[in-house]
């Protein structure tokens, strides 16, 4: 049961990971179409074959789709997923997540002769209460790989993994919505930095966080 309220104009730290903690990115391919989804499956209005879609030089027409979210920042792992969404219709969330995972874990079960689900039960979601808190998942999304180190494969630098390359302007044509974070610093250069400030003390957490469950008893 899930008791978030997903309410317009809202930010939200949505994640999950592979059941069992599987990975659910094995290849360039998978990273691929993953990130495809993301842009392709963001549109209030069906949008039928992901793969005819993809193949188009024009692929949603002359007019720019009505999105079901702002995807604030991403960052894709091996074996788990965080996004930073806004909803912008009702059930946008709810809607562009059960078609990213319905989707993904389709073509990942076809691909690899499997069945059954790929994800760990439904997508957690928690509301971005406070400001400060929303700079901090800021950094924590954008540089999830780097809070996680070791994690991803060598192959996963190849391509545009985590919205961090749109943040620092490596990466030009992206899909995030950065302003809300971007314009509270003069530059992307002050934002880089701010990250690279804030993150010890993410994985600081992290350790702390792993200590205190290594001493509790069930």
């Known amino acids: 049961m899930r008791y978030t309220v997903f309410e317009e104009g809202e930010f939200y730290h949505i994640y999950n990971r592979g059941v069992d903690k599987r990975n659910i990115f094995e290849d360039k391919e998978d990273l691929q179409r993953f990130l495809n ?93 406070s400001n400060e808190y929303l700079l901090y998942l800021g950094v924590y999304v954008n540089l999830n790989n780097m809070v996680h180190e070791g994690m991803n494969k060598l192959w996963m630098r190849e391509l545009p993994f985590s919205s961090f390359a749109e943040y620092s302007g490596e990466q030009k044509n992206g899909i995030c919505k950065k302003d809300i974070i971007l ?22 957490r992290k350790e702390d966080l792993s200590d205190f469950k290594s001493v509790c008893i069930d």
Do not use: W
């Open 37 to 129: 989804s993301m842009e392709m499956f963001n549109t209030v209005d069906i949008i039928g074959s992901i793969y005819e879609k993809s193949r188009e030089d024009d692929k949603f027409g002359s007019l720019a789709p009505k999105k079901l979210v702002n995807i604030i920042a991403y960052c894709l792992n091996q074996n788990h997923f965080h996004f930073i969404l806004e909803p912008l219709v009702e059930n946008g969330v709810q809607k562009f997540m059960h078609r990213i995972s319905t989707g993904y874990t389709n073509y990942f079960n076809e691909k690899n002769d499997r069945s059954g689900s790929l994800f760990q039960g439904t997508y957690k979601a928690k509301h971005i209460s």
């Open 183 to 204: 314009d509270q610093f003069k530059s992307s250069s002050d934002f880089i930095k701010y990250s690279k400030d804030t993150l010890p003390l993410i994985r600081k």
